[in-house]
Each structure stands twice: as structure tokens, then as C-alpha cells.
């Protein structure tokens, strides 16, 4: 998976003949697959169902909640944050108009509906500027929501015939009416057509908001021509580049460009044929489906103009944010960045509206940590992930205080590439990879080198203030309790993390300094003091693999436990005594 079979079928038979595989290893695990489609059909769902929404008020309700939570603020000095919705409100960057809500590949989803950054913080602020200053994007943003069809409905029309579209005697096959221009038609079967070979007309109306040079671009799995009101604006059949796309069966985005009026409607059409039609030959050493069709478009921008443009709005607002970050062409399942540079034009940008403006809030979308150069400047910081279909909403939410932000980092941003615990280790190395940094990953490595991260794992701010006090530790033969006092020393409702770390005091093997083994979220008032209570299986907490004894190993010994609020920072400690070593397999 993805993609045709090469170890079943009469592989595995040749397999099992020779003895390379036993027979009562295939019938376990013919029975697990019998298991499996035996508990689903407890579902009730019926086999070949069609495929149904889900789109209700209260799931959008959950979902803006789920992402607004996940949003970690991770500096807000001078209290620059929460943003005052009577006073304007200037948008800038990136990321700002483009809903950035999920990563690229086998990461990305198909949204009911996304928000945008800039409609989030419109739909609660009545004053909006909005400065372009940089693009993000690796490949031109899709086309396909920027399209009408002929009747005026969103998207555009997906005509599938047997012969090119220059053949007298062409016939139309099937007609399908899409949104989204990514088409990588892996499971697509044409209604009674047998053939891998078809061409597809792809038309819609694109009217754009802004006069000037657009760029269009296509990519293809087999060949395609781009056209503009009947002009060729992009050929992709001709003199085909292999590249990345479509797991490395599709070529090089081809681009091309034309001058555009504000506000006139032009006709898109692009003439696709299958993966068959192709003229270049594949670097992928699998192919997917009948073939992929990536179309593309935008306008062009002077970086350095749009930056000046940027810088001089945010000097004219007292309240300014910086949409920035990555998004599904930078990160995405199959293939690991190079580098943890934000995209060209990211870091000039916001370090020239900070020298601006000091009090602009910065807010980075990424799944992953990213350089900062300019962070020393910025006083107001917030990552909020990937977030969804409400990933505007969500974001507004927080920089309005309308959701007093909770959420913690789940890995570490270390300050440089190079501090990374996998940096040596980078890479295939002639097909093999060395997994050399061993346990020593995330906040376990940094510990262990005594290196400090930028902003560690388990870190995240709030708008109120929190205290622990009154640690108290106690083990069973099965179990470890943790109890602690928070208190909301703040203003205002809010949200903490309570994280519990073990650390092995004197281990007979090299082990981390302090390993997170439980944790748990309370909401308080402000004022308010709870105790709360992390219960963790000692088994789990404390033990290791024994390679001698071929199971996981409880040691004898004394045991610290850390209590905080980031694997980095100030801790309440207490201890536990284990008074006997043991073994346990978990079968």
C-alpha cells in the first residue's frame, strides 16, 4: 500500500511452495484478516455503501474547539496578545488567504469547508487591512476554488471522452463536476471503459480579483495543455520533464503566464490525456492509477515591492499579525525536508514589519519546527499547526481571547538545523538509513546533552498565570499516584498541562535524564486551586528492554518524579523506592 501488490498473489505462492513462507503462517493470517472483516460487519455499515457527509453545526462547533485548543502560544511578552476587536486590525503574509489546514500527500484530507486566517479575524473585527508581502507557496496554489463552471457554480467541469479532443469522432464517456484541481486518478474507473487511455477536457471560468500578470501552471501524470480563452498559455506534452509529483511518475510543474483584467471572466481549459499518452519516461518505479493532473494558478507578485507594501501598512496599525509558515507543498508524507527554512521571502518579511512594528503578533503554521532568525524581535508568537476546516476560526479565536490559549508543543524547536539529534544521521546513505540517535530523540536528546531547545517539548503559554505546589508521590506494587495543587494565580480562565517525568536515579544501562510517563489538562477559574491526580502504571513508567532476558526489565532502586509544565523549566521533585527487579513480557 499504496499502489498494486508485488508480494502476494503468485509471489507469495512461490514463497509458500518453496518454504520461504510457512503454510500455517499464511493460514494465521488469513484468520486475522477473517477476524477483522468479521468485527467490522458488527458496524452495521452495509459493504459498498455509498459514501456519506457529516457536516452539522455542532461537528463544526467540535472542530473549531478542537483546533483553537491545539494552538500554542509560545511567547507574549507585554501582553501584546489578546487583540482588541475595536481597533483595526492588520493582515499580513503568506498564509493569510490561503487555508492552510492540513499537510500534503497521504496527509491531506478533502474539507467540507476551510476558513482562512483572513476571514477569521474579518468575521470578528470590523477594521481589516490586508498587505500580501510574500508568497509561500513550492508549486502555484490549485485553481479549482477559483473556477466557475459556464452555470455559475463553484469549481468546473471534468469531461472524460475516448479520443483526443482533435479526433472528428470523439465520444464523451462521463462528466463530473469538481472543486479541487489536484486529480490524481488512482481509483477513478470510467463508466464502462475498460482502457487506461483517455483524455479528459477540464473548463471553467476564472475571473480575477486583481489586475496583472497571472501564472498558471500544470502538472501532469501523461500530457496536458493549458489554455486561455482559446490561447496556449502552458504546454506539457512536449520536451516533458520527469519529477516529483504523483510519486514520482509526473513531471515539473510547467508554467506559464498572461496579463488579466480586474474583474473580466476568461475560459480555463485544459486538454489532459492519460498516463499512457506520456513522452517523457517515469523515474517512479511503480505506477498509480490511469494518471494525475495538477493545474495551478496565481497572481504574480514583485517580493521585494509586496515587502515594502507589507512594512508600510504594518508602521500605519497598532495591531498587526503575520500569517506565515509552510503548508502541502513544503510537508508532506513520502519524502523529509531538507532544510527548517521557512519558504523565500518568509524571514525578510517578518523581520522587516517587526523593525516596523515591534508589537506584531507572528503566527507560523507548520507541522514541524522551523528556523527563526527574527525570534529575539518578536514579542507576540503563536504556532498553530495545521488546524482544519476551521483553522481560521480557530486562530481568530485565540488572538481575540475569545479561547484562552492551552495547548503545548508536542516536539521540540531546537534553534538550528544542526542541534537536531538525527542531523548526522540524515538521509539514505546508498540505500540504507542509520537510525543512530537510538532513544535519544525529541526532549530526551537535548536533556542528555544538556542543550537548550528554542522552545522545548511540552511548552506553551497562556493568557492567565499557574503555580503548583504541595507535590506529594506514592507507589503501590502496580501503580505510581501523583497529586498536586494548581492554582490560576491570573485574571482569567484558563487551561494548564500538568506533566508528570520519571527518572531511573541510578540505571544499570545509559537512559535519559527524564522520560514523561502521564500528564492531564485542568481547567480552572480565575482564582481557582484543584488538585490533580496523574495515576501511571508502573510497569509502564519505569522499565526497559532486557535483550539478555528477551522482555521488558523493572529495576530496584530509587525513582525521581519531576512535575511541571515543560520538560524544560522549573520542576516540583519527589521520589519513589522500587524495591525489588523484575521482568514482564506483556503476553
Known amino acids: 500500500m499504496p499502489g498494486p501488490t508485488q508480494w502476494r498473489g503468485a509471489a507469495l505462492s512461490h514463497a509458500v511452495t518453496s518454504n520461504k513462507v510457512r503454510q500455517h503462517v499464511l493460514d494465521e493470517r488469513v484468520r486475522a484478516v477473517l477476524k477483522t472483516i468479521k468485527e467490522a460487519a458488527k458496524s452495521g455499515v452495509v459493504e459498498d455503501a455509498k459514501e456519506g457527509g457529516l457536516n452539522r453545526p455542532e461537528d463544526q462547533r467540535f472542530l473549531r474547539r478542537v483546533a483553537a485548543e491545539s494552538i500554542v502560544l509560545l ?62 507557496h513550492k508549486e502555484l496554489p490549485l485553481l479549482g476554488k477559483s473556477l466557475r463552471t459556464s452555470d455559475g457554480r463553484p469549481g468546473f467541469d471534468f469531461r472524460a471522452y475516448d479520443k483526443p479532443v482533435n479526433a472528428a469522432d470523439r465520444k464523451l464517456l462521463d462528466t463530473l463536476h469538481l472543486t479541487d484541481s489536484y486529480m490524481f486518478v488512482m481509483d477513478y474507473k470510467v463508466p464502462n471503459y475498460t482502457s487506461s487511455t483517455y483524455y479528459v477536457d477540464v473548463e471553467g471560468v476564472f475571473t480575477p480579483e486583481e489586475e496583472g500578470t497571472h501564472e498558471f501552471g500544470l502538472t501532469v501524470q501523461g500530457t496536458g495543455q493549458l489554455f486561455i480563452d482559446g490561447k496556449l498559455i502552458v504546454d506539457n506534452v512536449h520536451d516533458q520533464r520527469p519529477g516529483t509529483a504523483f510519486f514520482g511518475s509526473g513531471t515539473v510543474e510547467e508554467i506559464g503566464s498572461m496579463a488579466l483584467e480586474a474583474g473580466k471572466s476568461y475560459k480555463v481549459r485544459v486538454e489532459f490525456g492519460t498516463a499512457p499518452t506520456a513522452k517523457s519516461s517515469s523515474r517512479a518505479t511503480v505506477s498509480f492509477g490511469a494518471g494525475g493532473l495538477r493545474v495551478g494558478g496565481c497572481k504574480r507578485i514583485d517580493p521585494e515591492k509586496a515587502i515594502v507594501d507589507a512594512v508600510k501598512l504594518a508602521s500605519e496599525v497598532e495591531q498587526v499579525v503575520v500569517f506565515a509558515g509552510l503548508n502541502s507543498d513544503w510537508e508532506g508524507e513520502g519524502s523529509d525536508r531538507p532544510d527548517m527554512n521557512l519558504p523565500p521571502y518568509s524571514d525578510e518579511l517578518i523581520t522587516k514589519v517587526l523593525d516596523a512594528n515591534p508589537k506584531a503578533a507572528i503566527v507560523l503554521q507548520s507541522g514541524t519546527p522551523v528556523t527563526m532568525p527574527w525570534v529575539d524581535k518578536a514579542c507576540a508568537l503563536v504556532q498553530a499547526w495545521y488546524g482544519g476546516n476551521e483553522t481560521g476560526n480557530a486562530i481568530a479565536d485565540v488572538l481575540f481571547g475569545d479561547v484562552n490559549p492551552s495547548g503545548k508543543l508536542s516536539l521540540s524547536f531546537p534553534h538550528r538545523l544542526e ?25 530526551r ?66 537512559r535519559p535524564p527524564k522520560e514523561l510517563k502521564g500528564f492531564k489538562k485542568v481547567f480552572l477559574e480565575a482564582g481557582e486551586t484543584r488538585e490533580v491526580q496523574v495515576e501511571m502504571e508502573k510497569k509502564y513508567a519505569i522499565s526497559f528492554w532486557d535483550e539478555g532476558r528477551d522482555a521488558w526489565i523493572v529495576e530496584e532502586g530509587e525513582y525521581g518524579v519531576l512535575v511541571g509544565t515543560s520538560s ?18 506483556g503476553l
Open 445 to 510: 536528546f537535548y536533556d542528555k546533552v544538556k542543550r537548550p531547545a528554542l522552545f522545548p517539548f511540552g511548552h506553551g503559554l497562556s493568557y492567565t498565570t499557574f503555580d503548583l505546589s504541595d507535590l506529594n508521590v506514592s507507589a503501590t506494587t502496580s501503580t505510581i499516584i501523583v497529586t498536586v495543587n494548581v492554582s490560576n494565580s491570573g485574571s482569567r480562565a484558563g487551561a494548564e498541562v500538568v506533566q508528570v517525568y520519571v527518572r531511573a536515579q541510578a540505571p544499570s544501562i545509559n
Open 419 to 443: 542541534d537536531n539529534p538525527a542531523f548526522l544521521n540524515y538521509r539514505s546513505e546508498r540505500g540504507r538509513v542509520l537510525y543512530g540517535e537510538d532513544i535519544y530523540v525529541g526532549y
Open 75 to 136: 511567547k507574549n511578552e507585554t501582553s501584546i496578545l489578546p487583540f482588541d476587536k475595536s481597533k483595526t486590525v492588520a493582515v499580513i503574509g503568506p498564509n493569510a488567504k490561503v487555508a492552510t489546514y492540513s499537510g500534503g500527500g497521504s496527509a491531506s484530507l478533502l474539507p467540507y469547508y476551510t476558513v482562512t486566517p483572513f476571514d477569521g479575524v474579518s468575521s470578528q473585527c470590523g477594521s481589516v487591512r490586508f498587505s500580501q508581502g510574500a508568497y509561500s
Open 568 to 585: 524544560q523549566g522549573r520542576f516540583l521533585e519527589g521520589r519513589f523506592e522500587e524495591g525489588q527487579t523484575w521482568w514482564w513480557t
